[in-house]
């Protein structure tokens, strides 16, 4: 009995002194592609909630070499997909059941697609001959992006339709969530372009920072949207920006000049990047209301071996996708996905740990 009370405090005495941080987590890193030659090829442009990454790489095949093509990477492995790895291809978002969007080349054009099960779904029937770009899937399999045309449309059930009947000016889905909110940009009645929103058949305009460009790249299901703003004037900037509600709040970092938010998870964390003062890329976090250098981040002595450039894309899992260069003087690229340390899987873990030592427990007093 003894034994059991002195590993419960153990166990507890544990926990209490490695308790979940308050700030931000650090990091450990993986190549996406590995030590392969490869890697320095890949670019991956979108992650799911597992962890797999899409894009394109040019595969170190010499007929892929200048444009590359779509890829998969889970579990370690870089793979092509056929038979998208014919033409020019990208992978442009990807949902929990590895459904794929992007485009592919064909007759000097870009065809927007699904690729699902193995097999290609062509989406440009609304504009044939035009092209266009698949942008973003939800876990529904719900599929936006724009026509050649200039047009954006949405692919559901089997059915690809234009946003809206209506004859609005130029616009662009990119982003699409669990609800079926759809964001992008659209042309103003000048030369610029501002965020929307499109729910329920109504379209709405989102406010600015007050220069003439501004744009929604990516939503979550609570409806906070991330992107960026121009600032008004001359000396107007691009900001990256958080919206929420009827609210446009832009995200800076010490010495910042330039930004842009990629991607914004459940939890309400987003990533993107700014351009500094001392002309320099970096990758930012931004959650519980503080943005972070991810450079800062990095667990070990990752941070003096690579730089991060520009955070793409985070999931539910607070895995981070990011692009980054060797801080070497060749500054070879790479695609990283960040992962948190210690793991919730770590948490989970320590937690059941502690669940079977107290069941012991009530079992020996039984």
Known sequence: MKTVILAVALSTLALASWSAPSGPPKYRVEVVGGSDPVA?????LAMN????????????DPEQFRYGSVFLYGNHTL?????????TSRGFGINDRGDIVGSFGRDG???PYLYRDGRVIELEGLAPGWGGEAKAINQAGQVVGAAGNGRAFIYDNGRLRYLSEEPLRSHT?????DRGVVAGEIFTSCCGFEGFTYSDGQLRHLPTLGGDYSSVLALNNAGDM????WQAGEDGTRQAVLYRGNTITPLTLPGSVLGQANDINEDGWVVGSFFTRDISDVGFLYRDGQTY??????WGNAGELRHITNAVAINDAGQILVHSRNNTPWQSFRTLVLTPVPEPSTWAMLLAGL?????AARRRHG
């Open 40 to 44: 320095r090829m890949t670019y991956g």
């Open 49 to 60: 909630n597992l962890g797999q990454v899409t894009g394109y790489s040019r595969f170190d």
């Open 79 to 87: 793979q092509q997909i056929a038979p998208l790895n014919e033409s």
């Open 109 to 111: 054009r870009s065809v």
């Open 173 to 177: 889905a990119n982003a699409i969530n």
């Open 226 to 229: 991330v992107g960026y703003s």
């Open 293 to 298: 250098d991810l450079n800062g981040l990095l």
């Open 355 to 359: 669940g079977v030592v107290g069941a």
